[in-house]
DNA sequence: GGTAAAATATTCGTATACGAACTATCGTGG
DNA sequence: CCACGATAGTTCGTATACGAATATTTTACC
């Protein structure tokens, strides 16, 4: 259990979600939002209707977490949220035009977070590649189930 | 700006922390405590007597996160606050029997987390200290100072 | 020796994050 | 056609997570 909390490979996973976390808050906060409105803008820009379970899902979040932030969006007049015409359970999300522009200028300024990601991408490609096999290897493990659960 | 949001190599970082979390949870809450509450646990206990300040930098957390935290487990009684004699400012941090037994109890239970990550370690040699390396080359790119910011 | 700066921790406001419970709606089977 | 199970999303309670502001104490400097 000790070597499962001080394991120097995990903290660097750790670590570098950290660092890159950060980083995207620089270009958010220029932009008066967050970290996760900003991916979650991002998300909805890509696709346009989605439903709220579906964003869940892409954001890898539960619902009642992606409630609230669509919450504070709509608030903010960057989402726009409509009841489903087929399901009035469901709703449809999509960006308002100044959510658009949020993300348009985003897109447009100098960001931190761009030059160190192609920075990272320019390392050498079967570094790159044995990094995302390697990765997917211990996701893999992580994630296996077990009847011992 | 895209690329850093839409990237599978540190979309595959954030997934094996939130597994690696996610076991971390099966664990902690067998004992009644969560994660974080978990990880604090261990840092002082392998810290006896630290200061808020030096247990912050150890967890990555600020201080008024782990303030917050401290609270709750001394509420719990797992954990004893006391001011340092001389620095009245500063407190130092232990664990209470309670919270030892605790932690005991978890390290000598049986443990999803700790069997993979064993399994995770058992990999091959060069793999890991190649994961380590490149992992490590990933934090420096990532958390290198410029003068852009 | 007194004052200002620095240090330590706490509190506050706000945003996530989750699981459980809940509400409203849709689909299915009898 | 209706009742029930399933689905979609919301709300609630609690725990983090941060930055700013605050309070108290210590240190440094003149």
Redesign the pocket.
């Given at each position: 259990m000790r070597d499962a909390l001080n394991n120097e490979l995990l903290r660097s996973y750790a670590n570098i979600n950290?660092a890159y976390f950060q980083l995207l808050k620089i270009d958010a906060e220029r932009m008066g939002i967050?970290?996760?409105?900003l991916k979650t803008m991002y998300r909805i820009s890509a696709h346009p209707n989605t439903?709220?379970?579906?964003l869940a899902e892409i954001l890898?979040?539960?619902?009642?977490?992606v409630?609230?932030?669509?919450?504070?969006l709509v608030h903010q007049g960057l989402v726009e949220?409509t009841i489903q015409s087929?399901?009035?359970?469901?709703?449809n999300l999509k960006l308002t035009e100044k959510g658009q522009k949020t993300l348009k200028q985003l897109f447009e300024g100098k960001s931190i977070v761009s030059e160190k990601t192609h920075e990272i991408m320019n390392m050498r490609k079967e570094d790159i590649n044995k990094l995302l096999s390697l990765n997917n290897q211990i996701l893999s493990i992580l994630t296996a189930r077990e009847d011992i659960y």
């Open positions: 950290k967050t970290v996760v409105q439903g709220l379970g579906e890898r979040l539960t619902k009642s977490t409630s609230g932030v669509i919450d504070r949220r087929t399901d009035r359970r469901a709703i």
